[in-house]
């Protein structure tokens, strides 16, 4: 059977490479596209689903950002199986910054540079956030899809996004660090807790994770 899995913000496919999982499983990453011109975030889903074959069974796994976007794919979808790792599933969910960010709009004062820079205090940040000590490779591998256009648009469609009442996903596994400080677990509810893990533990506590995954997988 076949994952499809959605990174998070601005990151590939690499994202999800030190998983293990069980054999029988094929994991297929669908990359960004670009968004259209005050594209909704339901129009978006719809086009990144045309990587998807729905005649046959699938799974549907969303990290971060990616999270949001396979719970909004579930309108149109139905997998046989959806996992979450490192997310939110509502609102209730979002860190208070997040939500005051959106109320004001504060989140588009941030220069956009400041995530597409390689040279200035932004790569700092980002090699926080994306690189580990197991992995000691540049963190362009990991975040690679810089447009300004997507992040820009991206960033406003997570401040806002709203679970919708008109669907509900079935069959979901919600995976969360309880060191993650994007979405801080405390606001979490309905979660497998993985010990030490923070906002990347898929890379950085991949055994863990794996393990988790898998235990849900065997029923299939």
Do not use: C
Not at 64 to 89: C, D, W, Y
Request: net charge positive.
């Amino acid at each position: 059977m076949k994952i499809y899995q959605v990174s998070g913000l601005g990151a590939n496919g690499n994202a999800f490479r030190n998983l293990r999982l069980n054999d029988d499983f094929e994991q297929i990453y669908i990359p960004w596209l670009v968004p259209e011109k005050n594209e909704s975030l339901a129009h978006y889903t719809e086009r990144l689903l045309e990587k998807i074959n729905p005649s046959e069974d699938f799974i549907l796994m969303g990290l971060s950002f990616g999270g949001i976007v396979a719970q909004e794919m579930n309108r149109f979808v139905h997998p046989k199986h959806t996992f979450l790792i490192s997310t939110v599933k509502n609102r209730t969910e979002m860190p208070p910054l997040l939500k005051f960010s959106a109320s004001l709009n504060a989140h588009k004062l941030i220069p956009i540079s400041f995530l597409t820079s390689d040279k200035a205090f932004s790569y700092v940040m980002l090699r926080k956030l994306y690189y580990t000590d197991r992995e000691k490779d540049n963190i362009d591998d990991i975040f690679e899809f810089k447009n300004k256009e997507y992040l820009r648009w991206s960033i406003h469609k997570i401040v806002n996004w709203e679970h919708s009442a008109s669907y509900q996903e079935k069959n979901l596994t919600h995976l969360h660090g309880n060191k993650d400080v994007i979405f801080p677990i405390s606001n979490i509810k309905n979660a497998i807790s993985i010990e030490g893990g923070t906002h990347i533990m898929i890379m950085q506590k991949p055994k863990q994770v794996s393990r988790e995954i898998n235990k849900v997988l065997q029923s299939f």
